[in-house]
């Protein structure tokens, strides 16, 4: 859903990566140091620093946000570079959850589940269109919402955390069913 304003941002995100392309840094550089801070993250969830973690974790899906268009901007725009950073995503999503559960600051269960939805999510949009249904960016929580619940629960404290692991937990799960009828749709 909020995958739709990243267009409006492109000016500012462009600003931002200018003085890192004349730094020399790679678009797969900074989608590395963008999973590096959301294993942090996840680590200082596991240590019960939930506001923190949101901070480092806020501070990693802003650095998220820039590779591709530091790739767009240097040229450098690869079909490798948009699967490490599909790849690295999947395991920040899973180790930010595991943190918690770690940290037990959510039950190990709701978070496998809600690591089971995060991932249908992904998957579904990749085989759908892979199998030819076409852009399947459709939802009410991708990646982007599913980050700012948790992020926003996160810093109201340890004991609110759940609270916004059972929200991504059922909002993934609608937006895996949304996703499978709209491709059942465009595919049969």
């Known amino acids: ?10 000016g500012y995100l462009e600003a931002i990566v200018r003085p890192l392309a004349r730094a020399g840094l790679t678009p797969n550089a ?3 140091i963008g999973l590096l801070l959301s294993l942090l993250a996840a680590y200082l969830f596991y240590r019960g620093e939930p ?3 949101a901070l480092t974790l806020l501070i990693g899906s802003l650095v998220d946000a820039l590779d591709g ?3 767009r ?9 948009a699967f490490l950073d599909s790849t690295f995503d999947r395991i920040s ?6 943190g918690m559960a770690l940290g037990s600051l959510v039950d190990w269960r709701v978070a496998f589940l809600t690591f089971m939805g995060s991932y249908l999510v992904s998957y579904e949009r990749c085989r759908a269109e892979l199998a030819g249904s076409g852009k399947l960016a459709v939802g ?13 629960f996160s810093f109201a404290g340890a004991e609110y955390v759940k609270y916004g692991v059972y929200i991504v937990g059922v909002l993934a799960w609608l937006t895996v069913l ?3 009828y709209v491709a059942y749709q465009r595919l049969k």
């Open 1 to 10: 859903m909020l995958n739709k304003y990243r267009e409006n941002v492109r």
């Open 30 to 32: 900074v989608t590395g």
């Open 51 to 53: 506001r923190l973690a």
């Open 69 to 71: 268009t530091l790739a």
């Open 73 to 81: 901007l240097t040229g450098k725009a690869s079909k490798f570079g």
């Open 93 to 98: 999503d899973g180790a930010i959850l595991f």
């Open 140 to 152: 009410i929580a991708e990646r982007a919402e599913r980050l700012l619940i948790l992020m926003a």
């Open 178 to 180: 949304q996703r499978f």
